[in-house]
């Protein structure tokens, strides 16, 4: 298996442009995580799904952030507009759900909002 | 809700010593405990995971305690090697719960290893 596919990698854009992020599970899991990470406030629990359905939305930070997962085997995560507060390292994993809580973690993307 | 709390934040040993990570967390029902690796640059990588009808597990040089009624488990790393420099995270959840996926990591610890 290849593991969590996210992309793109690297990410830099300006203030007020709008960022997809993507991630693609690994091929079975039923749950699928979006952190984010920064030196300030470590790794952060933004969305989760299970089975597709938004479970946990507390971690978004504001309406600027929206997440989608529109089938098993890929979501997004978008922001619009984009600040430069929100550069940062963004993870996705996944995990089997329904009781295996072991969560991989994809590769990251790293955003740059000038 | 769940809060995990992580000690020390940064710990420095000489190549060859021991080393410990301690976390707490706040939720009697958490009943799984994973520890996770990222080295510099890199993701978070499971190093191992303990549920809560055991009370140690050990892999190789890597050892993780459980102690339910205090609520702290500890992560210890023995005979430690340049290349376990890295950030550990602790992380707690409970399985049974309908969020039962879903992790609290604590605030990671940053380990340097001295050749």
């Known amino acids: 298996d290849a593991g969590v596919i996210q992309s793109p990698r690297h990410e830099v854009t300006e203030m007020g442009q709008e960022v997809t992020l993507r991630c693609k599970p690994i091929?079975?899991?039923?749950?699928l995580f979006w952190y984010r990470q920064t030196m300030m406030r470590g790794l952060e629990l933004l969305i989760y799904?299970?089975?597709?359905?938004?479970?946990?939305d507390s971690g978004m930070p504001e309406d600027r952030f929206s997440a989608k997962m529109p089938n098993a085997s890929f979501s997004t995560l978008k922001i619009q507009p984009s600040e430069p507060r929100d550069s940062a390292v963004y993870f996705c994993?996944?995990?089997?759900?329904?009781?295996?809580?072991?969560?991989?973690f994809g590769p990251g993307t790293r955003l740059l909002v000038l | 809700g769940e809060n995990v709390e992580q000690h020390p934040s940064t710990l420095s040993v000489q190549e060859g010593d021991s080393a410990v990570i301690k976390c707490t967390y706040s939720?009697?029902?958490?009943?799984?405990f994973p520890w996770y690796k990222q080295e510099l640059g890199k993701r978070p990588q499971l190093i191992i995971d303990?549920?809560?009808?055991?009370g140690e597990k050990k892999d190789q040089r890597i050892a993780v305690t459980l102690n339910k009624t205090a609520k702290h488990f500890s992560l210890h790393i023995t005979e430690t090697q340049p290349e376990d420099s890295a950030v550990y995270f602790c992380?707690?959840?409970?399985?049974?719960?309908?969020?039962?996926?879903?992790?609290?990591f604590g605030t990671g610890t940053r380990l340097a290893v001295r050749p």
């Open positions: 799904f299970n089975n597709n359905v938004p479970i946990d």
């Open positions: 994993a996944s995990s089997l759900g329904m009781g295996q809580e072991t969560q991989y």
């Open positions: 303990i549920r809560s009808n055991v």
């Open positions: 992380a707690a959840s409970a399985s049974w719960k309908s969020s039962g996926d879903k992790l609290t």
């Open positions: 091929s079975g899991h039923n749950s």
């Open positions: 939720d009697s029902a958490s009943n799984y």
